[in-house]
């Protein structure tokens, strides 16, 4: 096994050990995932609300 460089789109670089021989980069990390980060979008929830139902409004309708 070798020592292997993963580098996110964030820029955050990780060295982990496997058999693959190039670098690999990876979409996101616990760096940049919301979940982890805690840095969650905050923003007007109504407005995506109103916005779905809005879109949406001929389908609910009998």
Not at 53 to 60: A, C, D, G, P
Request: aromatic share 20%; hydrophobic share 30%.
């Amino acid at each position: 096994m070798i020592k292997q460089k993963f580098i996110c789109v964030c820029g955050k670089i990780y060295f982990l050990y496997t058999n693959y021989k190039k670098e690999i980069n990876i979409n996101i990390c616990c760096n940049c995932h919301p979940y982890y980060s805690k840095n969650i979008k905050k923003s007007n929830f109504s407005t995506i609300i109103k916005n779905f139902n809005k879109k949406y409004e001929i389908y609910f309708k009998k």
